[in-house]
């Protein structure tokens, strides 16, 4: 099998640990090493190093390259991010001059998962459904009503033969309002869409091709110049051109193919903002509720979350529910709960000359 | 006349801009130069540098010699703080020198004053009467139930003589709680006690003799070794033994001689927290009552205070009554209501080895 590990993410939603330079998945924000380092870490019992494809923008190739550390990953340069269908097709050009039959499980790079062999297990399962030519995305059973998360809506369990945790997918579905998220946590039939996904090269390339025809296109002529010396002259001007979609949207809401999804449960979280950083070391908590992960003192102080680089005291007095993330490019105060908005920062702070 | 600055104060409720190193007197809080700066622009009008003198702690020679900028002013150097008694006395000592019988006015190195020429016409008005043997006291018309100050009841005008302006002091009162402090602003009769002073030197050296004299038997020691090659020898040796005691209740609240309050209406305030800092930048409020000194920038967030030495952006999104206080040596989160607290800070990181 194979493993692609898409680490193109821009990372607005961590400022200011993140920044163009540095994304979250470079980050240390959950664990002890970047969130990359652990994607890596977590495949390597199951694929080789040399059938590890890294996805990343051109400008992280040097992150990317100190993270695998000499390894023989292979690290795929886009010169501009198009979302995921590009980011798996381009990586399954590259699996297919291999080995076309063999399944490829796409991954984020910058997600975090508490149950790494639970999360073994559950890809294992998936590339052996993979292999006869299926679609398998990995579902999370939803533990509360997050409304920033995709879902998928399931059946009936997908075939005695596939095992009891694989079922057929009625549909995706979008980040729902709360409304519906609470539904989705009470009937039971939903599943967080994780972005986990499994095929092979081939499958997916032809469901690029019925389905996103046009992006095709473009990625048939990169292909036609893989091993070329004018690959990457080819890629810098092809690229830019391809069509931004989604993988959920461009294939896997509109494919006649099967697809299943396994419904998992393996302490998965996108780590979306801050705030997931905080609920994910609920383990570190002190007494009042507080994350400190960097020099901080609390007086009368609760729920609050620091993340710091710098070396110097950061104190909190009487203040509650908090993100106060401290390094050298800034300096973020936020209620935790407001998260979300934090993405906005680095586009006000360009409108401001900074 | 004469002009006694008292620079002595520690600063620990301006964590993490002051520290013990630099306290608020050096620091530019409000204004565009330190409060000790600003307290010398003030007097100078009206006392030539040669009779002004800065009392400090011998560890901050250096950055009250930076303030001076070589003008002739004295500086003389507290082994250790003693409260105001001792460091009045200790000026008076060497004011007596050249001349016992004109006034100095006594005044604190790290108050704000809005109204420099109110300031100064009020002083004048006190050392007039401060000639005569008389100690006044500069007191301040309330306009909120501050209940971080020290009052002064007043009774009758002091005497037609000395103007409409001048109150016999009925007593001293220490910092009220909020019931006491109403009342005192809605009688009337109520002053802040400013910690600003006029009286001669003899006249003061005469009443710490009276009411302290334990005190003045330690002056009379280090007065002994004025100009003589062991001075700063007998000061080491004898300032640290000075009861520390404060000049209000030393003296202020039991001496029998005249003591007059001016009532008087400058913009004073003594900075007493980043709260007060807050407050005395209300013209530089932004539409949504935040006060930002530094590079910070706002979303959805409203009266908040930003102090920063640092030269990175600071994001505020969601928050309100909050203040920041970014500098080299720290990073405060506080809520601007609860700034008094900042004061325990200090200690918290010294018991935690920082």
Known sequence: MFAVVMAGGAGTRFWPASSERLPKQFLKVVGEQSLLAQTLDRIRPLVPDERVFIVVNRSHIEPTSDTVKGRAANILA?????NTAACIGLAALHIARVSPDDPM?????DHFIRD????????????????????????????????????????DIAGEALGEDFFRVVKFVEKPPLEKALEYVAGGRHLWNSGIFVFTAKTILREIELLAPT??????????????????EV????????????????????????????????GWSDVGSWEAVYHLHADKCDAE???LLGTGITADSRGNLLYSTMDRPVAFVGVEGLTVVDTADGLLVARLD??????????LLKARGR
């Not at 989604?246 to 299943?260: C, G, L, Q």
Request: hydrophobic letters at 40%; glycine letters at 10%; charged letters at 25%.
């Open 78 to 82: 886009e010169p501009i991010g198009r």
């Open 105 to 109: 499980v796409v991954l984020p790079a």
């Open 116 to 155: 790494d062999e639970g999360f073994r297990a559950g890809v294992s399962a998936a590339v052996e459904i993979a292999k006869s030519g299926a679609l398998v995305t990995i579902g999370v059973s939803p533990d509360r009503p997050e409304t920033g998360f995709g879902y998928i809506e399931t059946g």
């Open 215 to 232: 992006l095709h296109e473009g990625l048939a002529e990169i292909d036609r110049a893989i091993g070329a010396p004018d690959y990457d």
């Open 235 to 266: 890629l810098s001007a092809v690229y830019p051109r391809l069509e931004a979609i989604s993988i959920d949207y461009a294939v896997m809401e509109k494919t006649t193919a099967p697809v299943h999804a396994l419904k998992s449960d393996f």
């Open 289 to 291: 509720g507080n994350v």
């Open 338 to 347: 407001r998260s979300q908005d934090v993405k906005h920062v680095p586009s």
